[in-house]
């Protein structure tokens, strides 16, 4: 759903989730930030070169190893994430509109995305029972 979110949307694979990453946990190296995302370093390194080339993050050496730049989100950065933010809000608002209010409840959607604080929402039937929120 990311993908094609970003794909309807105009944001560069990556990007957006990205920022989301680094929104909550400023000073990432880019080694964690790949691991934690599965990408390989190769494709992370590109994403982040050009979010730093379009001033939405900064590399800044880390002040105990001296050979390991931190990520962090420009104003510019953080900015951009509270548009990426309320727009994918929208976007799963639009996806679940058709469903019935008993359809959400039992999927565990909330009424009010804005309110969960969550990027996204992912759902998993089970067997037999109610379906559950991850994410």
Same mark, same amino acid.
């Given at each position: ?42 494709? $992370?390194? @590109? ?7 379009? =001033?939405? &993050?900064? %590399? *800044? ?47 565990? $959607?909330? @009424? ?7 990027? =996204?929402? &992912?759902? %998993? *039937? ?10």
């Amino acid at each position: 759903m990311g993908m094609r979110y970003e794909k309807l949307h105009g944001g560069v694979r990556g990007q957006n989730r990205t920022l989301a990453l680094l929104s909550k946990n400023e000073g990432m190296k880019q080694a964690e930030l790949a691991r934690f995302t599965r990408v390989r370093p190769s494709s $992370i390194s @590109e994403v982040v070169d050009r979010l730093e080339r379009h =001033g939405l &993050i900064e %590399r *800044r050496r880390d002040n105990s190893d001296h050979r390991v730049f931190r990520l962090y989100l420009t104003e510019k950065g953080r900015e951009q994430n509270k548009r990426n933010h309320s727009s994918w809000l929208g976007f799963v608002g639009d996806l679940m509109s058709p469903l019935s209010d008993d359809e959400k409840a039992e999927y565990g $959607i909330p @009424e009010h995305l804005e309110e969960t604080g969550q990027k =996204g929402i &992912i759902l %998993r *039937r089970t067997h037999g029972r109610r379906c559950q929120k991850r994410g």
